[in-house]
């Protein structure tokens, strides 16, 4: 229980040793003082909360954010000093804001924990007490022996003790963690791999020694030391003896494996970074604003200390007549007194600070993020899977993503190749129904016939199937049967049971097409290779094998044929294969290779030689001799493979395409219009990650690929970059990628970073090829961490994708065949990549906006609020009493103006989707947080004040003037008495901004919905009837009632509803005014698009569709004819241009009706849609 309370409070010392013991079924030694060693748990933890830390630990990330901070200081110091607001005035609107944001950030956690469980409580098969047993992935403990079946994924990194195999090998695939597709043959120790039923593994006494976890995909150095007959067997352990958590078992029926490294210490779970609490670049931003305020608010409060002290100077004005001081009073330290004062004014003014904001952006956030899960375009009818947020805290980071890394297997590509065309003696052909069809020919041609394929071509057809390390899986039983024909099963079962596993995608497609063109490869055991060439089965001998590397870039094989000769079949790249060439028709072939690639296929080139007996023997001479060199193995093979890989004739070539998903390039293309920058960073090879990325048009075939490859020492490395740079400004003109492998990469980050960035940056594309996960991670922080900082986007789909999705500052997880850990640590998860462009062109466009509306029309509302209370202190000798009544105060962020502003973030369009969608160059218009700049800033700021002025000096004026105020508070007017003191100036000043808030908002909005008029004017109406009800009614509740019937009389009076009138045209007249000048002077690129949205000659004049109601009636006012006379869209001399079309026009339920944009602002034509 104490080790479980460290654990969960983060106290759990780290492991005492260099290497941990693991005792194979936990079978400790049973003598002397054994302590075992302490070992993580299987469970996987990507939440946040446990439910012991969740309201300590949220309280404290809500309290670092500096309003909820603030207002906790302002609410602690009204219940210790007396100051002119009550307490609840600050504590009911914290309260409903942290209230608010825990319930969100608790419910998204909790879908954490919902996704973990799933993980955590798999079903997993473990060997206990002589029995398999059942249990959930959590229970794993380390020394465990656990069994997995064909096509699952291994629950924790596990030492392989044996497999259903008889050699003890077994086949995976490690997609999920570095996104290779290709087979991968692990082993097991000899002594542990007889061990294939429950009885012999829980008679085995072994134990394993091993490093501590690290995060190293491809280290692992150990040792297992197996008992057998009283004597000590040691056999040492690499990583090709360890199965990795996450990857997943193929062509294998099943495995046993003892549990080495488990949970959040297994090398996948090492991978992932810590997952921090992400903040985006408005929030960022709205703290700033904030702390502006928080200086504004304390200059005014000092500002008012110190005037009120000069004020009462004079005597008369310290202590008049009617408020002695008490004696406490007049003794009190003047210090003490001071900071008295200056708290009241603080919390007279705290207002100017927006509690409310937060709590409004947490609800647009959660509320908002359900629009992408319902979004149809980003639903993917195939896999039946919606788009999903994570997180809804970045959002509106959608809107200002600069640069995009993404990974290539997976997330670009579907993961599948496919033959396209192949080059066979000079000529072209291409696979049509299962025929080889040449070049010209018609598909349907009665001389197209794949059987009588000779020579050359049933040469280049047999080198496919036979040059290659592909593996063959049967739903049958296994062809190693003991005293049976190894290759019955090609007579016993049809070739639809076989299926093909290759290291290479490339050799499974080439040995696919080869088997639906005729010659099959039906199997190998041994080292017997069979064929099926067009019924007939033909046995082939290996020989040898010439293993593929990154220099020579080339494989071969040298086979026994049937009729006793001795054959060499290679191939290999373009560049590794012609020069070697001497015969055969190498350059119509170099020119067919040149038109593949052009198309963005893969290519390889397939080429044989014939040996003589003479020549053979040679060659196996030398090959024996290499092989068992002990000084310089590797060189003397390399020397023997170039001698023998020469003098080859050339058979032809192959074009293979990795299937693209589609709209993979549109995508690309249309992020790059948005100016967003795409990287791609992938654990493949050089050369198949280049082809992709002139498929996909990552790379343009106009474009100049630069090289950083293969740097072995720091200066080696910074003299390329040098080189690279100054090519780069030679070539200013051309456009450039980089292609940059891992090795490289780390070189360059550990000294040249500054030099590695300005390469980048000048390139316009950059392709990273052989990236450990944790390599990209880096990548991804050193823009971030940029002098820039630009807003970075990570995609990818497998867990070697975790690291980088949480580093950048979005990470989007696809939906792919690879597991789902990509998906559980991303922020946002979609199901194809082409989604990508709608979520980012459309939705973030969307987000953004709003929230930056947000922000700044909430800071202008609270400006317009306090700064009359604040020139209200003039006219009451700074004796801090309220203009407004401390329910307004409470109501006025909470109840009054909260609603409009809640739907207008939820709902407004600026542009049409389609016309973002189709127009990726609008994404430049809010790029770099333009719409939350400082100026946009102080624009917003500046307005508040005039606003404020306007509304306080504006009542003052209209009200004040022709009157006497009468002791007893009453203003006598010539015909009658009418109640005018401090709370009804006060309610007028309120009322006026109630009003004129709600408007600007509406002048603000684009897209007006139903939900949009009902809160707007509802807000307005609802103010009226509470104030009413509120001032209208004796509440016995309450001990005092100062409002008791001054809106009723203050409603009562004309000159007050005329003065509201008079104030609002006088507030939002000029503002109407530059809008409709700025729009038609100096209009954007935005609003450039809004006015393309519908067709000239059906457009409808917003001012028009303003006043559209549903059964085809319209409401045309002589404003709206005004205005557009104003902005030149009516002549003059038309009278009755309005009056015509209003009468003329109404709208059916099928036609068209310009909604999209109806601002009374606009006044231009918009997008079409059904009213």
């Known amino acids: 229980m104490l080790r479980w309370i460290r654990q969960q409070l983060g106290f759990d010392p780290p492991h005492q040793s260099d290497t941990r013991t693991v005792y194979v079924a936990n079978r400790f030694p049973q003598h002397g003082h054994y302590i075992p060693q302490r070992f993580a748990d299987n469970r996987i933890i990507s939440s946040k909360y446990t439910i012991w830390n969740f309201v300590p630990k949220n309280l404290f990330e809500q309290f670092r954010r500096i309003a909820n901070f603030y207002f906790l200081i302002i609410f602690l110091v009204q219940l210790m000093i007396d100051t002119p607001t009550s307490p609840v005035t600050s504590g009911l609107p914290l309260f409903f804001v942290i209230t608010v944001t825990a319930i969100k950030q608790g419910y998204e ?20 007490s002589g029995s398999l047993v059942q249990t959930r992935s959590k229970n794993i403990r380390v020394g465990d022996i656990v069994r997995v079946a064909k096509d699952e994924t291994f629950p924790a990194d596990l030492a392989l003790l044996s497999s259903d195999r008889a050699d003890g090998t077994c086949h995976i695939t490690t997609a999920s963690l570095d996104g290779e597709t290709n087979l991968k043959t692990h082993f097991s120790v000899p002594e542990t791999s007889v061990c294939q039923s429950v009885s012999q593994l829980e008679a085995l006494q072994a134990v394993v020694e091993c490093q501590q976890p690290e995060a190293d995909l491809y280290r692992f150095v ?169 997180t809804s805290d970045l959002n509106e980071e959608l809107g200002q993503v600069e640069y995009v890394f993404t ?169 590794s294969i012609l020069p070697f060439t ?145 090519r780069i400004k030679e070539d200013h003109v051309i456009q450039h990628g980089l292609v940059v492998d891992g090795a490289s990469l780390s070189l360059a980050l550990r000294e040249h970073e500054k030099l590695f960035m300005e390469v980048c940056k000048n390139c316009s594309a950059v392709l990273c090829c052989r990236m450990a996960p944790l390599q990209k991670a880096k990548v991804v922080r050193l823009f971030k961490t940029s002098p820039e900082k630009p807003i970075t986007l990570a995609i990818g789909d497998g867990a070697n994708d975790v690291s980088m999705i949480q580093e950048a500052h979005v990470g989007i997880g696809i939906m792919g065949k690879e597991g789902r850990q990509a998906v559980r640590n991303s922020d946002y998860a979609i199901a194809r990549f082409r989604f990508l462009s709608k979520l980012l ?54 109840c009054f103006t909260s609603l409009p502003i809640l739907v207008y973030s939820l709902f407004e369009q600026l542009v049409h989707p389609h016309v973002l969608q189709s127009k990726p160059g609008l994404y430049r218009d809010i790029s770099k947080n333009s719409l939350l700049s400082f100026r946009t800033f102080l624009y917003w700021t500046l307005l508040g004040f005039c606003h404020a002025f306007i509304f306080f000096f504006g009542c003052y004026i209209l009200m004040g003037e022709d009157t006497t105020l009468m002791g007893n508070g009453q203003i006598l007017r010539a015909n009658r008495q009418l109640m005018f003191g401090n709370w009804t100036f006060g309610t007028l000043v309120f009322t006026v901004m109630v009003i004129t808030v709600t408007l600007k908002l509406a002048l603000e909005t684009h897209f007006w919905t139903w939900m949009n008029h009902f809160v707007t004017w509802g807000s307005i109406a609802f103010y009226f009837i509470f104030s009413l009800f509120y001032g209208g009614i004796i509440w016995p509740f309450l001990h005092t009632q100062d409002m008791y019937f001054v809106f009723v009389q203050l409603l009562s009076s004309g000159s007050a509803w005329f003065a509201i009138i008079i104030i609002v045209i006088t507030c939002l007249f000029p503002d109407v005014i530059k809008k409709v000048l700025y729009r038609h002077l100096q209009p954007t690129s935005t609003q450039k698009s809004q006015s393309l949205s519908a067709p000239p000659a059906q457009a409808l004049s917003c001012v028009e569709s303003l006043c559209c109601y549903q059964h085809g009636q319209s409401g045309c006012s002589r404003l709206a004819v005004f205005l557009e006379q104003m902005t030149g869209q009516c002549k003059a001399n038309t009278n009755n241009c309005h009056a015509s079309s209003c009468s003329n026009r109404s709208w059916g339920d099928t036609e068209n009706f310009y909604s999209n944009d109806r601002s009374i602002l606009t006044l231009s034509p918009v997008e079409a849609s059904h009213c």
């Open 841 to 894: 062109l459309v939705h973030g466009h969307f987000y953004y906006i709003r929230i930056a509306t947000l922000v700044q029309y909430f800071f202008y509302k609270n400006v317009c609020f306090i700064t009359p209370q604040f020139l209200y202190q003039f006219f009451c000798l700074f004796s801090q009493q309220t203009l407004y009544d401390s329910v307004y105060l409470t109501l006025y962020n909470i």
């Open 407 to 575: 990974d290539k297997t997976g997330t670009l590509t579907e993961n599948e190749m496919q033959f396209r065309e192949c080059s066979i003696n000079g000529t072209k052909y291409r696979e049509v129904n299962g025929k080889l069809v040449p070049e010209g020919m018609m598909d349907d041609s009665p001389d197209v016939s794949t059987a009588h394929l000779m020579g050359e071509e049933l040469l280049f057809l047999k080198a496919v199937s036979l040059c290659h390390t592909v593996q063959i899986s049967y739903d049958a039983p296994d062809c190693l049967v003991v005293g049976g024909d190894p290759f019955s099963h090609a007579n016993g079962f049809s070739s639809s049971h076989m299926e093909y596993y290759a290291s290479s995608p490339d050799e499974k497609a080439l040995v696919e097409a080869a088997k639906r063109i005729g010659v099959a490869f039906t199997g190998s055991c041994g080292d017997v290779m069979e064929i099926k060439t067009f019924g007939k089965f033909e046995k082939y001998k290996l020989l040898h094998v010439l293993e593929f590397d990154a220099d020579r870039r080339r494989m071969s094989v040298i086979l026994d044929t049937p009729s006793g000769g001795k054959v060499l079949f290679t191939k290999g790249a373009e560049s």
């Open 109 to 128: 956690d909790w879908l954490r924990h919902k996704a973990d469980n799933e993980v955590n409580g798999a079903p997993v098969f473990v060997v206990r």
């Open 222 to 390: 150990g040792r297992v030391t197996i008992t057998q007959h009283g004597e000590e067997i040691v056999r040492p352990l690499g990583p090709e003896n360890l199965l990795l958590r996450g990857a997943r078992l193929k062509n294998t029926k099943e495995i046993f494996g003892v549990a080495v490294y488990t949970g959040m210490e297994s090398k996948m779970a090492l991978n992932y970074k810590c997952k921090s609490q992400k903040r985006s670049a408005v929030e960022k931003s709205m703290n700033t604003f904030l702390i502006i305020y928080l200086v504004i608010l304390l200059f005014e409060a000092v500002l008012s200390t110190i005037l009120k002290y000069a004020w009462q100077a004079e005597d008369k004005w310290d202590e008049p007549f009617y408020n002695q001081k008490t004696e406490q009073e007049r003794n009190s330290s003047p210090i003490l007194k001071f900071i008295s004062d200056f708290l009241a004014f603080l919390v007279l003014y705290n207002f100017i600070i927006p509690i409310s904001l937060y709590v409004t952006v947490e609800m647009q956030k959660f509320l908002g993020s359900f629009f992408i899960g319902w979004d149809l375009d980003l639903y993917h009818e195939e896999s039946d899977q919606k788009a999903q947020v994570n």
């Open 582 to 726: 001497s015969s055969g028709e190498i350059e119509k072939t170099r020119l067919h290779v040149d038109e593949f690639a052009l198309k963005g296929l893969r290519t390889l080139v397939v080429a044989c030689r014939h040996f003589s007996p003479e020549e053979y023997a040679d060659v196996d001479k030398r090959l024996t001799a290499a092989r068992t060199a002990l000084q310089q193995r590797e060189e003397k093979l390399q020397e023997t493979f170039t001698y023998i890989e020469r003098d080859l004739h050339l058979l032809g070539a192959t074009g293979v395409e990795d299937k693209l998903q589609d709209k993979v390039q549109e995508t690309i293309e249309a992020l790059r219009l948005a100016g967003i920058k795409v990287w791609v960073l992938t654990g493949d090879k050089h050369e198949t990650a280049v082809s992709v990325s002139l498929s996909c048009g990552h790379f343009h075939r106009t474009m100049n690929i630069l090289e950083l490859l293969q740097q072995r020492s720091d200066n080696e490395c910074a003299e390329q970059l040098r080189r690279l740079a100054r």
